[in-house]
């Protein structure tokens, strides 16, 4: 069995215990404190599907805090196992639980990385295509983008597997910089238009036309 069917076969089993759930809820087995949790719980389940697929569901920032949420929760269980002074059958039910929901905190902190391929749009996508090629032949590259009221430059590199970029914003005499390293380049070219609404495309012209001169 390789990673992705073990993933398959994890996604299969979270999803019945939640279908488990719900029918027991319907059935009238549950408090308010299980709708939470079940809720929480499917939220997990449909972050785990995502992961295991490869596709973005949601939005990439409330898979950490849900992780975050989740290893709270085994925290807690540890420590109502060490000090609660439960029934042995509890106590199994109770640490079956928390490695369970571990392992969806591991895997939910990973799907929460916004700088991934499976968070890009076609058009990050094809942005990231064209910045990767224009930094094999030349780095680092400059842009900028001026209009009645702001500036916004920026300077992109590559350095080994990794892309770094330095942004400048000016607006109103106030100077604004900062700076990030990315692994995936179409999160590189999210990055750049989102804070400068400068694109890939933008990059491409103004050095091709450096180069041309």
């Known amino acids: 069995m390789n990673m992705h069917t073990a993933y398959l076969s994890l996604g299969a089993f979270y999803s019945l215990l939640i279908a488990i759930g719900a029918l027991a809820l319907l059935m009238g087995g549950g408090s308010a404190v299980s709708i939470v949790q079940l809720g929480i719980g499917a939220l997990a389940v449909v972050g785990l599907w995502g992961y295991t697929l490869g596709r973005g569901f949601m939005n990439p920032r409330i898979w950490r805090p849900l992780a975050a949420i989740l290893a709270v929760a085994v925290v807690l269980q540890v420590v109502m196992v060490l000090t609660a002074g439960l029934s042995k059958t509890d106590i199994t039910w109770m640490l079956i639980s928390a490695v369970f929901s571990a392992l969806l905190v591991v895997i939910l902190f990973h799907y929460g990385n916004r700088d ?3 968070w890009a749009s076609e058009e990050d996508v094809e942005g990231g295509k064209t910045l990767e090629a224009l930094l094999k032949r ?13 500036k ?8 080994g597997n990794h892309y770094s970029v330095r942004v400048r914003r000016e607006h109103g005499g106030e100077i604004e910089q900062f700076e990030e ?3 995936h380049p179409a999160t590189l ?3 750049i238009e989102k804070y400068t609404c400068i694109t890939a495309d933008d990059i491409a ?5 450096v180069g041309g001169d």
């Open 116 to 118: 991934q391929a499976l």
């Open 138 to 150: 030349q780095s680092p590259l400059s842009a900028e983008n001026v209009n009645d009221k702001r």
């Open 152 to 159: 916004a430059s920026v300077t992109v590199g590559r350095e």
């Open 181 to 183: 390293r990315f692994s």
């Open 189 to 191: 070219a999210f990055f």
């Open 205 to 209: 012209k103004q050095n091709t036309a």
